[in-house]
């Protein structure tokens, strides 16, 4: 079975610090996947005062501290992210600014994380294979005898015959 929650967390200068930690947790014993789509800063922050937003989260071999939305009012109000942290814990921080900002996204759980992957693989497949198709043209010019890539005129000359084909094309 799987689920897919809405996630949401606000930071601000009275609660700082969120992590997201579901394994911690006895009701998510399945995997979990967490999708962070934006951070948008509330109407009643201040203007023109930065708000930094940090993530800790472990990377391939160590834990890092990196920051994933500045925004200011007035300036940038929303930040579009679409971050996906496949392990927790995650914390997220108000490093800098009094907020509050917002954090929105979806919690994956168990078969829903696999067929979450499995949709990214296809598409990857679906843009590799469209690369290929190029390929697949060129190869059928070269056939018809025209140089790679050009293709023959389809269009009608100002008699309305077509064009004579080429003297020195290749066999």
């Known amino acids: 079975m799987s689920d897919e929650y809405f996630y949401g967390v606000t930071l601000s200068s009275s609660h700082p610090v969120e992590s997201w930690d579901p394994e911690a947790k006895a009701e998510y014993p399945r995997s979990n996947k967490l999708l962070i789509r934006q951070a948008l800063l509330g109407p009643d922050a201040k203007p023109d005062e930065l708000n930094v937003v940090q993530v800790e989260a472990m990377s391939l071999q160590e834990t890092i501290k990196i920051p994933v939305a500045v925004l200011?009012?007035?300036?940038?109000?929303?930040?579009?992210?679409?971050?996906?942290?496949?392990?927790?814990?995650?914390?997220?921080?108000?490093?800098?600014?009094?907020?509050?900002?917002?954090?929105?996204?979806?919690?994956?759980?168990?078969?829903?994380?696999?067929?979450?992957?499995?949709?990214?693989?296809?598409?990857?497949?679906?843009?590799?294979?469209?690369?290929?198709?190029?390929?697949?043209?060129?190869?059928?010019?070269?056939?018809?005898?025209?140089?790679?890539?050009?293709?023959?005129?389809?269009?009608?000359?100002?008699?309305?015959?077509?064009?004579?084909?080429?003297?020195?094309?290749?066999?």
Not at 110 to 139: I, N, T, Y
Not at 143 to 164: C, D, F, L, T
């Open 72 to 171: 200011k009012a007035g300036e940038q109000r929303h930040a579009r992210l679409d971050i996906e942290f496949p392990d927790a814990p995650v914390t997220f921080t108000l490093v800098q600014g009094s907020g509050p900002v917002h954090l929105i996204g979806q919690h994956l759980l168990g078969a829903l994380v696999e067929e979450f992957e499995d949709m990214e693989e296809m598409e990857e497949e679906m843009l590799d294979e469209e690369e290929g198709d190029d390929s697949q043209f060129k190869d059928e010019d070269d056939e018809e005898g025209e140089p790679k890539g050009k293709k023959a005129k389809m269009s009608n000359n100002a008699k309305g015959k077509a064009p004579s084909p080429k003297k020195n094309a290749k066999k």
